[in-house]
């Protein structure tokens, strides 16, 4: 029964929309060669920035290509570890390099390299079973057809669209992934269509949700622009029809399920707010084992303080994330198990100090995760009946 909450937690991570749309960078013209570059992905989230002054070369009939990468080493110590996880232990939590052509008419992106998805509230699995576990060593890439600057069609392995965290812990914020990520998608194989107008940007794709290779999810995303400093962003989606091959990076029953995200970012100087609110529901699908329909329901706030460079701590940010969220159904009836045990709860608080010198960054991390209404054999610990865990980590690394 361990090993079957460590397959349903979806590894998945969100990608809020609106910072996407501005990472794929829809602009046709050609950049001077002394101009700033088009943003390029992976998306960064402003904990860890990208190379200012990326690597390129002119691919003739193609226009220039960017090759961008990152490479990152991590130590973790945790309490109330599970059977076959570690109380300390190291490994390269990223070795990547990512190809970009984001401007013209035809675009691409590919993302090639060993990772690993550090996550809240489940053992740590390494790099070198990962990757091939996972995503593969090609964990993402597209093809991008961009006739105007507010349209644009991609087809490939995509990143989600879904929630307010990346994939890649370089990335994101903290170090790990949360606990509401586990309820979603990371990548996903699949064509996406994007359409800007004015402060609107509107997404929708098709694809295989929870990496599942079977077609059956749909998406629908809108961010509004409020104003330079505001942004809202709704985001839909979910299964078409059921499914029932579940593997490691595709969990039985979150990839049948509904799916519903609303991300709200403020911006106010040095400060970066944003708060979000997410439901997804499992129906009754026999065929599956969830006799019952269960759902979840969470709530998570990221706050970050970035040090501007006439700050004596200049490079330094202070990034936190405070979680809860729930689970409805319970064993007698049937429902299925999409945390700790069917109606379990959790909430959790990581904060994650930060430096960054040109290339070079390293950041700390602290984190606690508090469990109730749980189920016995399905927490924490070599029996799973310890209901936190605390971790320390350690990340360092270069972008270049």
């Known amino acids: 029964m361990k090993k079957s909450r460590i397959a349903t937690h979806g590894l998945a991570c969100g990608a809020l929309i609106v910072r996407s749309m501005g990472a794929w960078a829809d602009g046709t013209a050609q950049p001077a060669p002394d101009a700033t570059p088009p943003t390029l992905l992976p998306a960064f989230s402003g904990s860890v920035s990208a190379n200012s002054k990326p690597n390129s070369f002119d691919a003739g009939p193609l226009g220039t290509v960017y090759i961008t990468g990152v490479v990152s080493g991590f130590a973790q110590a945790q309490n109330n570890i599970d059977a076959g996880d570690k109380n300390v232990q190291g490994d390269v939590s990223n070795a990547q390099i990512f190809i970009n052509k984001p401007t013209g008419l035809v675009q691409f992106f590919a993302q090639a390299g060993a990772y690993s998805l550090p996550d809240l509230g489940v053992p740590y699995i390494r790099s070198s079973k990962a990757t091939n576990a996972f995503y593969g060593p090609f964990p993402q890439w597209y093809v991008k057809l961009a006739p105007t600057d507010s349209f644009s069609v991609e087809v490939g392995k995509l ?34 269509v994007n359409y800007t107008k004015g402060p609107l940007a509107l997404s929708v794709s098709w694809n295989d949700g929870m990496y599942s290779n079977k077609y059956s999810w749909a998406w629908l995303s809108a961010t509004y622009t409020i104003d330079p400093a505001d942004t809202l962003a709704v985001i839909a989606s979910g299964s078409t029809r059921h499914t029932s091959e579940p593997t490691l990076v595709t969990p039985l029953y979150q990839n049948n399920e509904q799916l519903y995200n609303i991300i709200y970012t403020h911006t106010a100087g040095q400060w970066t707010f944003q708060p979000y609110v997410q439901y997804t529901h499992v129906p009754a699908i026999a065929a599956i084992g969830a006799f019952h329909g269960a759902s979840t329901y969470g709530a ?49 608080i990581t904060v994650t100090p930060t ?19 749980t189920t016995p054999g399905l927490v924490f610990g070599p029996k799973g009946n310890d209901t936190s865990q605390s971790r320390v980590l350690l990340e360092t690394g270069i972008v270049f």
């Open 159 to 192: 990143p989600t669209l879904i929630g307010a965290e990346y994939t890649f812990s370089f990335e994101n914020l903290n170090i790990e992934r949360g606990l509401l990520w586990n309820q979603e998608n990371a990548v996903n194989r699949g064509v996406q």
């Open 300 to 348: 998570a706030l990221f706050v970050n303080y970035a040090f501007d460079g006439k700050s004596a701590p200049a490079g330094v940010s202070v990034p936190v994330r405070v979680e809860y969220i729930g689970s409805t159904g319970n064993a007698v009836e049937g429902a299925p198990n999409l945390m700790y045990g069917p109606g379990s709860k959790a909430w959790s």
């Open 355 to 373: 430096y960054q010198h040109d290339a070079f960054f390293a950041r700390l991390e602290l984190s606690y995760v508090g469990t109730s209404s």
